[in-house]
């Protein structure tokens, strides 16, 4: 029996400074109803997926997109395989226009996906079809495509702003918070990039991962139609499973992180280095410190002192982190 979870809250209607302003302050994910129903891929689908396949294809470019296919036993769920060394689908390249027509003609319950493909790579003429005015300017979508399937529980380090184009999506969403309950696989060895959570929310096995049921008490599902987006935080948990003979979703991904910044995972990794294997009351005093200069628990960390003397400790900005960058190299020396 699928577990029931909360609905994801939803607005209508939302424009550029209620987006930036209410909801991506809020860091909560919203359904955000409607938001493209006037793609003209969108009311492509409306005519039945032969019309919107032909639509994707007269717009493609040519060349070839990585694919996924897995046998029908794994019902379009894309996973590790029994041993969690390998992964229970292949991997290949299809033109795109094979790719499709073979969407339209899978058989015997196979399926068959293509994520993550740059929209201008694929199709460039599409972009200025497909106006998104929320995200930043230069911000260019990524296209979905596939037969029935399910993406596992992961999270993106970015924002996330989701279209759904035709077919249907059901997201089911975990906050951050819930990541012991999550059960995260390796971060290094997965099926996409992003680092995954082992239960599956739709059948879970909770006398194999019992703390699970205190995340299910939090998860929240949204179901998308056509013309639906969803906003994502980064951070947030979700599990997305696609239904329809010719699925397709675009999303946007984006980061406030300067460019002359570094990510925050790559800290993450580097602390399982410096940091993890650390004795118990050591890294406790070291969380003072992180506390203090990295999550400024008690306010600006170098308010005592002249910014020209703060050094690497002092505010934000290109020529600190030039700064930083050149201190840390000097270290590693």
């Known amino acids: 029996m699928t577990p029931e979870y909360a609905p994801l809250a939803e607005r209508r209607g939302v424009d550029v400074d209620t987006f930036r302003s209410e909801i991506m302050a809020a860091g909560e994910p919203v359904i955000l109803r409607d938001l493209v129903g006037d793609w003209g ?26 694919v996924m296919r897995g046998a ?13 060394r390998g992964f229970n689908y292949q991997s290949g390249q299809m033109e795109f226009g094979a790719f499709i027509d073979k969407v339209l003609n899978i058989e015997n319950g196979e399926s068959l996906y293509m994520g993550s493909n740059p929209l201008p790579n694929i199709m460039p003429d599409m972009i200025i079809k497909c106006p998104m005015p929320l995200v930043p300017n230069g911000v260019a979508p990524r296209i979905w495509v596939g037969t029935n399937s399910v993406v596992s529980t992961h999270y993106d380090t970015d924002f996330n702003l989701a279209c759904v184009v035709s077919g249907t999506r059901t997201f089911t969403l975990f906050p951050p918070t819930q990541i012991a309950n999550l059960y995260p696989g390796p971060i290094e060895h997965n099926m996409a990039g992003p680092q995954v959570s082992l239960p599956n ?17 939090q998860g929240r599902q949204a179901v998308l139609e056509p013309g639906d987006a969803i906003y994502i935080p980064p951070l947030w948990w979700h599990h997305v499973r696609a239904k329809g ?3 397709v979703l675009m999303n946007y991904w984006w980061s406030p992180v300067p460019q002359y910044s570094r990510q925050p995972l790559e800290a993450l990794v580097l ?10 009351a050591e890294r406790a005093a070291w969380k003072n ?20 003397i703060s050094g690497v400790l002092g505010p934000h900005s290109p020529q600190r982190a030039q700064q930083i960058w050149e201190f840390f190299k000097g270290m590693m020396r």
């Not at 891929?41 to 990585?66: C, F, M």
């Not at 602390?271 to 118990?280: C, D, F, G, K, N």
């Not at 410190?289 to 020209?308: A, K, N, R, S, V």
Request: charged share 25%; hydrophobic share 35%; aromatic share 10%.
């Open 41 to 66: 891929l969108v009311r492509a689908g409306q005519d039945g997926p032969n019309a919107l396949a032909d639509s994707l294809k007269s717009a493609a470019i040519g060349g070839p997109v990585n």
């Open 72 to 84: 029908p036993d794994i019902e379009g769920r894309f996973f590790y395989d029994n041993s969690m």
């Open 201 to 217: 929310p739709e059948k879970p096995e909770l006398k194999k991962f019992p703390k699970f049921e205190t995340a299910m008490k």
């Open 245 to 247: 003979q010719l699925n």
């Open 271 to 280: 602390s399982l280095l410096a940091v993890r294997q650390l004795p118990e």
């Open 289 to 308: 410190l992180f506390d203090y200069f990295i999550f400024q628990t008690e306010g600006d960390p170098m308010e005592h002192l002249p910014d020209d």
